[in-house]
C-alpha cells in the first residue's frame, strides 16, 4: 500500500457525534455532485436488543485532497481510508468536532479481479450497508 493522503481534514456536513467515531472507524468514499464525500460506518442505537450499523455521511474531501486523488482513481487503485484523528468539541479552541482520514492505495493487479465493496473502494452514490 502506497500512502497517497495523510492526514486530511474532513469538512464536516453530516450530523455524526463525536463518541460515534474514533481512530481506526472504517470509511469509504462515495462520488457526488459536489466532489468527493466521506462517508463512516456508525453503530446507531440498538433496534430492539440488536444493534444497528450503516453508513452515515460526514462530510467532504478538500479540493486539494480530491485532486490528489484523482490520478490514484483514473489508475484504478484500490483505495482504503482510515479515520487517523478525532478531536472532540470540547477539546477543540473553536468548539467544533475536528477529524482527520488518511488514504491509502494499492495499484491495480491485472491478475486479480477487483474487490467491489471493500472498505475505501469507491462507490458510485451512496454505499449501502455493510454486508457481512
Known sequence: ?????????????????????????EARLAASAAGMMVMVFVVQ??????PRA?????????????????PAIASGYDLRLRVVNVTPPYLSQDGVLRVHVSVWG???????????????????GIPHRKTA
Not at 450503516?54 to 484523482?70: F, K, N, Q
Open 106 to 124: 494499492r495499484p491495480p493487479d491485472p491478475s486479480r479481479r477487483p474487490s467491489a465493496g471493500r472498505a475505501g473502494v469507491l462507490h458510485q
Open 1 to 25: 500500500m502506497h500512502l497517497i493522503l495523510d492526514q486530511v481534514a474532513v469538512l464536516l456536513s453530516g450530523n455524526v457525534r463525536a463518541g460515534q467515531i474514533t481512530p481506526g472507524t
Open 45 to 50: 442505537r440498538a433496534f430492539l436488543i440488536w
Open 54 to 70: 450503516v453508513w452515515r455521511p460526514l462530510g467532504m474531501l478538500p479540493d486539494h485532497a480530491t485532486s490528489a486523488l484523482e
